[in-house]
């Protein structure tokens, strides 16, 4: 018990470790790590039945345990899919930890849950695995027959919709997946009515590849699930504040549903832009609910024309189940409005790919992300770009990307703060991952106000959003850490879903007016020609504003 009691110590610190580093591990990774190669059974059987039914307008699989004996905390509950997998070489794509089902279960040895699931286009299986403590190894207790749910009847047909702004400002891309390749090329059909498509474009399609991905865990085929066919069509010369109408498919592979979008307005008008914004969302689990529980208080706003994500976008870091999951999580939300991203350190960072930092990405090294977020003028060496909607001017860079004086982000950053006319678009934004200014300092922030606090000062940028640190936190208008009027105001918005920080110290600095790692949440952003308000909604809060600020010109 000694020894094992220290090894547990161990384990945990290095956890700690590696998430305050950010170099954590994808638990799903993990787990297979755990069961790869065991052939042991339990000599005792174990009942385990399934069924499968649709909650909150997702297909579940419920399961039933029953008769394990000496239950642990540690036990395992995996989904796997095909049905058909190895788990010796293929990592699940869900998992329940017997911590997770439920102290009933740590009691009695049975227990009802289910799993979430997500569109593969297969069927799947659930595999119990039991913890033999005194041995510290899992013993496969039972395997569950094949579960084929409502979902694969659609077989083919388009999934993973989203929405975002285009080259220029009179274009929207519209982007999808179809799990499998097709013999015809997909379409986009559109127009101002209701079931009335009377224009159409014909998309381009893409993918990615097990070699693309730069090294482990990614391109470990055991972690590896292919992305089928990502799609991007173009709707050009667009009215401005239209509603259009949309459908995406083909005969082959079937229409999806109609979705909608707005236009957005006609440069100054004086049309209000209502966005939202967040950072670091991740994938929700069932015992992890709080980025399900943020995209539904977002879906609740009543207004909402653009959401704004500052990086760590799904977490996947190598799981490549991760990103289909994600994609349908976000669907509700970005096939309505156009959903902007700039990288992460979890989605970009990897040795020699020219990255600032380490090993975050789990060796996707951008290629995932850029693939299926195709935003604005963005490529893979130059991840950064601007847009305009409606009386503001977006600047996103990429902090994971060199940024220093006389760089090619530096220098196209100069560029566009110069282009900007403030008559058209008299309010300035600037948004990038790791936060320029945030209470727990580090050398990172500091870096950036050294090299690009100056740009802010010279263009009068009125307002950063940033992530990376999982809490919501603002400054004062702020220049050289002194609270300055008319200076950029600085908003952290990385508590979305990600576990929270635990690094958040107070007293705060004297120019923080607020922070909050203590629940998740996003920030509603209100603005008009004259007037930028923020707002911050913390979850599960009801739709109640936690923090709020005005900048009025």
Partial sequence: HKHATMARALFFIALFICVCLGHEESPFISIRKQVENNEKKLENPVQLSTWKFVKEDRNRIGFKLEGVLNPSKEDL??????????????????????????????????????????????????????????????????????????VIAEGNAPSEIHIAMGDVKTEINVMWTTLKKTKEPQTLRFGTQQGKYDQSVTAHSDTYTIKEMCG?????????????????????????????FYVVGSKETGFSKEKSFLTPPKPMSDDKLTFLAIGDLGVARDSHPSPRNTLNAMRNESVNDLVIHVGDISYARGHAAD????????????????????????????????????????????IAYE?????PQSTHARQWYSFEYGPVHFSFISTELPFKVGSAQYKWLAQDFASVNRTVTPWLVI???????????????????KELEPLLKKFKVDVGFWGH??????????????????ATAHVVVGNAGATLSKNIHHP????????????????????????????????????????????KK
């Fill in 371 to 375: 693939k299926r977020f195709k935003m």
């Fill in 77 to 150: 509950v995996l989904l796997y899919s095909p049905a058909t997998a190895n788990p010796s070489s293929q990592s699940p794509i869900e998992f329940l930890r017997g911590e997770e089902l439920g102290e009933a279960y740590i009691q009695t040895g049975s227990v009802s849950s289910s799993f979430k699931t997500f569109k593969t286009g297969e069927d799947f299986a659930i595999r119990f695995y039991k913890h033999v403590q005194e041995e510290g190894e899992y013993y496969h207790g039972a395997v569950s027959e094949p579960v084929s749910i409502d």
């Fill in 216 to 244: 482990a865990p990614a391109n470990q085929h055991f972690n590896w699930r292919d992305p089928g066919t990502l799609w991007n069509a173009t709707v050009s010369k667009i009215p401005a504040n239209t509603r259009i």
């Fill in 323 to 366: 990103w289909p999951k994600f994609m349908a999580e976000i669907e509700p939300v970005a096939s309505k409005v156009p959903w902007m991203t700039l990288p992460g350190n979890h989605e970009r960072d990897w040795p020699g790919t020219g990255t600032i930092g380490g090993k975050d990405s789990g060796g996707e090294c951008g």
């Fill in 469 to 486: 640190i999982h809490a919501y936190e603002r400054t004062c208008q702020v220049h050289d850490s002194k609270c300055v009027e008319g």
């Fill in 431 to 449: 948004a990038g991952h790791r936060p320029m200014y945030v209470s727990t300092g580090g050398p990172e922030a500091k870096e950036l106000r």
């Fill in 508 to 551: 705060l600095p004297h120019i923080y007016k607020h922070s909050d790692a203590q629940r998740w949440g996003h920030s509603r952003v209100t603005v008009n020609r004259n007037l930028f308000k923020v707002e911050y909604i913390a979850n599960p809060d009801g739709g109640k504003v936690s923090d709020s600020f005005v900048l």
